[in-house]
């Protein structure tokens, strides 16, 4: 399984590829973030504030562990599944199936095929009691979630598709 969260340096500017969350980038923007929607990612100016905001949400995610996340410390915000930064589950609307993002699992039960009403989704769970989240161990210790496997490889580029990383090296005239 890979991370959800990818988070990039270069030059001077920190840059957050992660799932869409309402909650985070309320966050994001609170914290100056601006969204380039050219490369899909939240761009920041790379500053001790901006490093903090990412240690307090997801961790050091050069460090990465499988943990067991329970139901009781999942952060049930509606239409969105949290825990910290981590989005776990959501639904886009009624009748739409929850979307669990990469590098997260659903261990037991189920989720409904419709949940909430046409104005307010629910992501709601069938006897789920925990989830599998890859996530920076230092926030897995942190949150009390139980570890299961230790040193996961880090893959930056495995987020990406083929076409997305050549028109990323063209963009910086790396390819002719």
């Not at 504030?49 to 509606?78: H, P, R, W």
């Not at 989240?133 to 598709?161: K, S, W, Y």
């Amino acid at each position: 399984m890979k991370t959800q969260v990818i988070i990039t340096i270069i030059k001077d500017e920190l840059c957050i590829n992660a799932p869409y969350s309402a909650v985070n980038n309320k966050i994001y923007r609170e914290k100056g973030g601006r969204f380039n929607q050219r490369k899909s990612v939240w761009e920041f100016a790379s500053t001790s504030t901006t490093e903090k905001m990412i240690s307090e949400l997801f961790g050091n995610v050069n460090d990465l562990v499988e943990a067991t996340v329970k139901m009781d410390q999942i952060d049930i915000q509606g239409a969105e599944w949290h825990i910290g930064g981590y989005k776990l589950a959501s639904r886009r609307g009624r009748d739409y199936l929850v979307e669990i993002p990469t590098g997260v699992q659903l261990k037991n039960g189920s989720f409904p095929s419709s949940g909430g009403s046409m104005k307010n989704p629910q992501v709601a769970g069938n006897n789920v009691e925990s989830m599998g989240l890859i996530c920076a161990r230092d926030f897995a210790e942190r949150e009390n979630l139980e570890i299961i496997n230790i040193g996961i490889p880090v893959n930056p580029l495995a987020h990406f598709t083929y076409s997305e990383l050549v028109m990323e090296l063209m963009s910086r005239n790396v390819m002719v």
